[in-house]
């Protein structure tokens, strides 16, 4: 078998992940990406698929070191080949899957940034909600902050997912898996008066008399702009640096951040550790786990500030 069959190979393992796992388009890209450099490092270096084993990923992974590639990346691209080695296995090109036999150092996970609810507060504010594309955004801020959704989910939204009188929202997040999320006060508010005032984002009032009103078109998706297309992932990133713009404080911010609030702060409240894994839709409980280091550097931070032997000072005086 050539190294030229990797194409015919990785081609076929890309159509079988999208059918099987369901993955986003978005996935699907990156898987794809990694496979490619995997691809055209297996022909340079003269590698068939018969010929895979446990030094040759681990060369690989080696050499995306050299190229500088930090070990987060290396272990997205692990991932990516473990799932064509077992292709490779199925398929009866190997006998036996060398990627268990692949380890990558461990790595400390970097905390995320958050930003207080005071914060969260300003941000809101900074929105001008007198038009009906105030309005939508607002709702955009509130809904990714109150229900904690990802962008892609927030952008996807349809009308048909969100039930007011209910106070929640179907969302589909990744692999295409369904979870039903509820909505705050503010966010069923906020989204209310957005969609009592949805049609004016397709068509503006007019003031003319003499000019006949348009009738409003169908469109599906919740959020969208005046082309009446949905709001993309681009499109929000863009209106919330506009909206974070007045704070210099807060230039570092992206949409995650608000999903990252939303986690930290429900827990910073008392929450159930498996109920906010269920509201954001992590399939494995260690994924949300980081949010209980924020959890605990609040608490040691109000500990230091409000207890009375929890400063420096008082500790001394405790020596004496």
Known sequence: MSADSWDDLIDRHLSRQAVERGLSRHSMEAYAHDLSLFQSWCRDSGLEPAQLDA????AYLE???????????????LASLRGLARELVDEKILERDPAPAVKLRPHPRKLPRTLSPSDIENLIAAIDAHDARGLRDRAMLEMVYGCGLRVSELVGLQLNQVNLAAGAVVVFGKGSKERMVPMGGAAIRALKAYLDRRDEILNPPVDDSHRKKKVPRRVSAVFITRLGRAMTRQGFFKALKGWASNDSRLAWISPHTLRHCFATHLLEG?????????MLGHSDISTTQIYTHLSKSHLRK?????????TRASAAEGTD
């Open 270 to 278: 008392g929450a159930d550790l498996r109920a906010v894994q269920e």
């Open 302 to 310: 109000v500990h230091r500030t409000f207890h009375p032997r929890a």
């Open 55 to 58: 030094a040759a990923l681990t």
């Open 63 to 77: 050499a995306l070191a050299d190229q500088g590639f930090a070990v987060s990346s290396q272990r997205r691209h």
